[in-house]
Nanobody, 127 residues
C-alpha cells in the first residue's frame, strides 16, 4: 500500500521560512517523479515543481524562483520544499504527489499525471 505524507506546514510571518517534507512508502522511490502542488480555496491546484528520480527539478511558477528550493533524499524516500522569503500569496494547501514515468518539464505540472497524493499540509503566511 502506497502512502504519501506531507509535513512541516504551519503559520509563519511574511519573510519567514518553512521546510516541507514529503515521505513516500510502499513504492520504489527512485522510480517516481515527485511533485509539489498547491491550492487555495476556489482555485485550481497549481504545479510548483517536479523532481525526477535523479533529483533534477523543474519549477513552474516564476513567482517562486529564487525563494523555493526542492530537494530529494532517495535513501530516505523523502522530498523537501524549502520555502524562504514567504509572502501572503504563498498561503495555500501544499500537496505532494508521486508519478511513475512522469517526465517533468511541460507535463510535470499536470495533476492528472500523478498516481499517488498526500493529504496536504497547510501553509499560512501572515502579514
Amino acid at each position: 500500500q502506497v502512502q504519501v505524507v506531507e509535513s512541516g506546514g504551519g503559520l509563519v510571518q511574511v519573510g519567514g521560512s518553512l521546510r516541507l517534507s514529503c515521505t513516500a512508502s510502499g513504492l520504489t522511490f527512485d522510480d517516481y517523479s515527485m511533485a509539489w502542488f498547491r491550492q487555495v480555496p476556489g482555485k485550481e491546484r497549481e504545479g510548483v515543481s517536479c523532481s525526477l528520480g535523479s533529483g533534477t527539478t523543474t519549477y513552474y511558477l516564476d513567482s517562486l524562483k529564487g525563494r523555493f528550493t526542492v530537494s530529494r533524499d532517495n535513501a530516505k524516500n523523502t522530498l523537501y520544499l524549502q520555502m524562504n522569503s514567504l509572502k501572503p500569496e504563498d498561503t495555500a494547501m501544499y500537496f505532494c504527489a508521486a508519478g511513475l514515468r512522469v517526465f517533468c518539464g511541460i507535463f510535470g505540472a499536470r495533476s492528472d499525471r500523478y498516481n499517488y497524493w498526500g493529504q496536504g499540509t497547510q501553509v499560512t503566511v501572515s502579514s
